[in-house]
């Protein structure tokens, strides 16, 4: 599956936005899906995903309550809904699809956190900067 990202730009801190990621060659379906993003200076983190049986998802933790990851299967494309927006929200946003039922998920702890092993497709990033 090919994966295409979009919908970055610049926006103020508590701004909303929303980042698209439109699929093609195979149907979304059959794949969790999930967002990662790469802050400047800083390793690439996975920060959401959504499961392709039961469209269950997952957040870690500094996202939850102020994104969204969902999907349109008639569209072929997941969607990240991010409210509230902050400064340290400022990244390149990528989306990455796992041929699987459902999402793997790891934990230190009782922080949650994705590995980008698990995903084979992934699309060419978007970048969302939030300013003050």
């Known amino acids: 599956v090919q994966l295409q990202a979009s919908g970055g730009g610049l926006v103020h801190v508590g701004d909303s936005l929303r980042l698209s990621c439109a699929a093609s060659?195979?149907?979304?379906?059959?794949?969790?899906v999930a967002w990662f993003r790469q802050a400047p200076g800083k390793e690439r983190e996975g920060i959401t995903c959504?499961?392709?049986?039961?469209?269950?998802?997952y957040d870690e933790e500094s996202v939850q309550g102020r994104f969204a990851i969902s999907r349109d299967i008639s569209e072929n494309t997941v969607y990240l809904q991010m409210n509230n927006l902050k400064l340290e929200d400022t990244a390149v946003y990528y989306c990455?699809?796992?041929?699987?039922?459902?999402?793997?998920?790891?934990?230190?702890?009782?922080?949650?956190?994705?590995?980008?092993?698990?995903?084979?497709?992934w699309g060419q990033g978007t970048l969302v900067t939030v300013s003050s």
């Open positions: 060659g195979y149907p979304l379906v059959g794949y969790s």
């Open positions: 990455a699809a796992d041929a699987s039922s459902f999402c793997t998920t790891y934990y230190t702890g009782a922080s949650l956190f994705f590995s980008e092993d698990d995903f084979d497709s």
């Open positions: 959504i499961n392709s049986k039961d469209d269950t998802t």
